[in-house]
């Protein structure tokens, strides 16, 4: 994969956008608008890029943190939806990870209960 400085940022806005309109839409449509249930973090991880690579410090130069422990980068709330609720955080998760598979990455959705 080569993609540009301004191709990359462009994903992540993307990736963000999209994750957004799904966390949105989840906590409208299934949650009426309120924050309950239980709560929890989500992310995405992306695996397959290593950091001393052309397109690793271009991740990097975007603001997307490199893991050490899992050798992966990773976003942490996509959606940067306000609600707590696991699963709406989830539903953003899962929907940025789409967008970075789409371009070739190998991307995956996390979320752990708090």
């Not at 940022?9 to 957004?20: N, R």
């Not at 001393?52 to 939806?81: Q, V």
Request: hydrophobic share 35%; with cysteine; glycine share 10%.
């Amino acid at each position: 994969m080569e993609y540009s400085k301004e191709q990359v940022q462009s994903i992540l806005v993307e990736a963000k956008h999209e994750a957004y309109l799904a966390a949105s839409k989840f906590f409208k449509e299934k949650l009426g608008g309120e924050d309950k249930y239980s709560c929890g973090f989500a992310w995405v991880e992306i695996y397959g890029v290593k950091g001393n690579t052309k397109l690793g410090k271009m991740l990097k130069a975007a603001g997307i943190e490199r893991s050490d422990y899992k050798k992966c980068f990773s976003i942490w709330n996509p959606s940067e939806h306000g609600a707590q609720n696991i699963d709406t955080k989830e539903a953003g998760a899962v929907a940025a990870a789409k967008v970075f598979e789409k371009y070739g990455f190998r991307a995956y959705a996390g979320s752990r209960l708090d």
